[in-house]
């Protein structure tokens, strides 16, 4: 018997032509994966027919996610992507090849419509979560928006910066925790926050991997603990979240970006299968 004590969160559903992804109904929990970036076409395409295969067996309903640039880069030396174009167009190729919905972020307000015709959600990134245009932008096409909760910011914040959506006629939101900046190369999670989150009416996502960076700790690129990724999504599981966020890779230790922080693809089914253990008992 699951123990009850989260606050409700309506339902919100991204109608794709993969069929429906559902977050809030408490059914089941959701998973955004996939590699940070796109290294290249091969590599995404392989990860994702992986990750469909593990999803697919165990009934976890699961949207790609990949980036098709990384605009806050700490270096300007850093990989940030093949260009837009080119990526967009890939990310296009491989969600119609593999048959899965599709997740990335913009940076911009004049990336929200050509990224709108390719992602079935929209990320709105952590340091951008409070550009007032970037949001009221994305909200206009009335796709589902995954809003990071800014380092910056506490849980209750997010409440405005929903509105800001709500206001332009997009109530479709997923509001997601990635960790709060804690003195210099450190996040923390307060897991209380999320159920402040969720207490705003929206579905509460958690990035287990994003959360365990270490911002800037190399000099020129961030750390992290990926050996964290297991505990705190494990927490946020038996807190109760409406789904889960994580970047995986084949080699961590090869990827371009955010190697450090990525859940190596081949633990991704035991790792899956820990968190629908705890879900089934102790979820909202």
């Known amino acids: 018997m699951k123990t009850e004590f989260q606050p409700l969160a309506k339902t919100v559903v991204a109608k794709t032509s993969y069929g429906s992804i ?102 709105i990134p952590a340091f951008l979560s409070r550009q007032t245009d970037l949001l009221v932008e994305a909200a206009k ?45 450190r996040l923390v999670n307060d897991m209380t926050g999320l159920v402040e989150m969720r207490r705003l009416g929206f579905p509460v996502i958690m990035d287990c991997t994003h959360s365990t960076q270490l911002p800037g700790a190399t000099g020129d690129s961030s750390g992290g603990r990926r050996d964290m990724v297991w505990p705190l999504a494990r927490a946020a599981m038996a807190v109760g979240v ?14 371009l970006c955010d190697g450090p922080t990525s859940l190596p693809l081949k633990d991704l089914e035991t790792f899956l299968k820990s968190l629908q253990n705890i879900f089934k008992t102790h979820s909202i």
């Not at 009934?59 to 080119?86: E, H, T, Y």
């Not at 997010?158 to 997009?170: E, P, R, S």
């Not at 409406?242 to 990827?255: Q, S, W």
Request: charged content about 25%.
């Open 22 to 123: 559902e977050w809030g109904h408490t059914k089941n929990f959701v998973l955004f994966a996939g590699p940070d970036i796109i290294e290249d076409e091969g590599m995404v395409m392989e990860t994702g027919k992986e990750i469909l295969r593990v999803t697919k067996a165990m009934g976890i309903p699961w949207v790609l996610k990949c980036s098709f640039d990384k605009a806050n880069r700490q270096s300007s030396a850093s990989f940030r992507g093949p260009g837009m174009k080119q990526a967009l167009a890939s990310l296009g190729k491989i969600k119609s090849s593999i048959g899965a919905p599709l997740l990335t972020d913009v940076h911009e307000t004049w990336q929200v419509e050509p990224t709108a015709e390719i992602a079935d959600v929209l990320q």
């Open 242 to 255: 409406d789904g889960v966020f994580l970047e995986t890779h084949p080699n961590p230790d090869a990827a």
């Open 141 to 185: 096409t009335q796709k589902v928006l995954h809003i990071k909760k800014g380092q910056f910011l506490a849980p209750w914040d997010m409440k405005a910066i929903a509105n800001k959506a709500v206001t332009a006629g997009n109530d479709k939101l997923l509001l997601c925790e990635r960790g709060t900046t804690f003195g210099y190369n």
